[in-house]
């Protein structure tokens, strides 16, 4: 994608089981600019019935979802709609999950403490096609 590449119209499904975080991110991304929040949805079967629906540019999914875990979440998603391009958010830092969320096709990775300075950056380095960690476990990049 071009350097002059921005975030509008990009479509974003946001994956968390508490609604006043789903609330926060939505948030988040409108003063981001034209950003949008296509959907929402609160489990794993959700989002993955809403990410085959919708075919989303990002989903945002947080790692600790009822019923179907979001690294599960991710790999039937990946699967199905390969295109859309997942970024965990998550607090959980523990270098295991953060490794096994990757693996299971997460293109990045946000520590939900972090979400205000760097999901807009987060998101703009995995539509270039890029991976993104958050600054604050950059460590793992040297384990």
Do not use: C
């Not at 919708?54 to 790692?63: A, E, F, R, Y």
Request: glycine fraction near 10%.
């Amino acid at each position: 994608m071009p350097s002059s590449y921005a975030l509008s119209g990009i479509s974003v499904l946001i994956v968390d089981p508490l609604e006043r975080w789903r609330r926060f991110v939505a948030g988040l991304l409108e003063q981001g600019g034209d950003v949008y929040a296509t959907s929402f949805a609160s489990d794993g079967p959700g989002a993955v019935r809403k990410a085959v629906e919708l075919s989303p540019n990002v989903i945002l999914m947080d790692v600790g979802l009822p019923t179907l875990s979001g690294i599960e979440a991710a790999r039937h998603t990946r699967e199905f709609v390969p295109e859309s391009k997942v970024i965990f958010l998550s607090s959980l830092s523990d270098p295991t999950i953060v490794r096994a969320a990757l693996r299971a096709g997460g293109r990045g990775y946000v520590f939900k403490a972090d979400a205000q300075a760097e999901l807009l950056g987060g998101i703009e380095a995995v539509l270039r096609d890029r991976f993104f960690l958050s600054e604050s476990l950059s460590y793992l990049n040297s384990r």
